[in-house]
T-cell receptor, first 111, second 114 residues
């Protein structure tokens, strides 16, 4: 079973910042935190990955507190095309080599 | 680069038939994965491989088999198809597992068993 907990769904409006929080209370020392995005009828797509503090790329930011028991994906100024399911993953398997997906967060961006 | 290529994109099977879902990657990745996704649900890991000749079971392996004779290919075999195997199947690959960046996913194979 996935070691993460996320809200099942969220609604937002175009132009707003969206923050999706993920709980991973039992994260292991070697685990990284990774977020994926999935559109209908497509495979998941990597968004961002981090280990601690803050990571930013061209599409999102990832905030990880010092205890690493949670993380927050921040999407700035969302548009209708950001409507998708967002998955938070931490390493699974004997060596943390596998990606185990929970149900994810279904984000709906409204006009 | 083509990335991860899955064939076929769609398939209808009759109960009891067998088939092989093909997956190929051209990124020289060590790790490869097979997932299934039922409607409205997250992905569930079927099998994975950490390199040629090495495979292991994931969360839902029953009814499936895999092989990994080369780095590039990771076929998934369904024996004696059942309606419960109706799903979308995704193949993925990654360089070094979760601690080394992203996994790349194929476009999926939509399988219906009737």
């Amino acid at each position: 079973l996935a070691k993460t907990t996320q809200p099942i769904s969220m609604d937002s409006y175009e132009g707003q910042e969206v923050n999706i929080t993920c709980s991973h209370n039992n994260i292991a020392t070697n685990d990284y935190i990774t977020w994926y995005q999935q559109f209908p009828s497509q495979g998941p797509r990597f968004i961002i990955q981090g280990y601690k503090t803050k990571v930013t790329n061209e599409v999102a930011s990832l905030f990880i507190p010092a205890d690493r028991k949670s993380s927050t994906l921040s999407l700035p100024r969302v548009s209708l095309s950001d409507t998708a399911v967002y998955y938070c993953l931490v390493g699974e398997g004997n060596y943390g080599q596998n990606f185990v997906f929970g149900p994810g967060t279904r984000l709906s961006v409204l006009p | 680069n083509a990335g991860v290529t899955q064939t076929p994109k769609f398939r209808i099977l009759k109960i009891g038939q067998s088939m092989t879902l093909q997956c190929a990657q051209d990124m020289n990745h060590n790790y490869m994965y097979w997932y299934r996704q039922d409607p409205g649900m997250g992905l569930k890991l079927i099998y994975y491989s950490v390199g040629a000749g090495i495979t292991d079971k994931g969360e839902v392996p029953n009814g499936y088999n895999v092989s990994r004779s080369t780095t590039e290919y990771f076929p998934l075999r369904l024996e004696l198809a059942a309606p419960s195997q109706t799903s979308v199947y995704f193949c993925a690959s990654s360089y070094g597992g979760t601690a080394n960046g992203e996994a790349f996913f194929g476009q999926g194979t939509r399988l219906t068993v009737v």
